[in-house]
């Protein structure tokens, strides 16, 4: 059996520092919480849900978020 991995995605740009505080948090420079949800939608798929403190409403003002992506998983198909 030949599992490899794709290429990695990033759901949201990561900040430098890596030790967010509530303090950063209300300034701003926080873009998630870090707890990400997955639910099984199918054999193959599934969603993964996040938060995302930066995201941008229609007139432009920043508000946080929860976004659901879906992913599917798709086997290589197999070199004769």
Known sequence: MN????????L????????DTTEQMWRGE???C?????????PD???VIYS???????TGEIRKAIKVRE???VRPS???
């Open 3 to 10: 599992t490899r991995w794709s290429k990695s995605l990033e």
């Open 12 to 19: 949201l740009p990561y900040e430098i520092g890596g030790n």
């Open 30 to 32: 926080v873009v998630s």
């Open 34 to 42: 870090g707890y990400t949800g997955l639910l099984a939608t199918g």
């Open 45 to 47: 798929c599934f969603l």
């Open 52 to 58: 995302d403190f930066q995201h941008r409403n229609e």
């Open 71 to 73: 992913v599917t998983v």
């Open 78 to 80: 197999s070199s004769p």
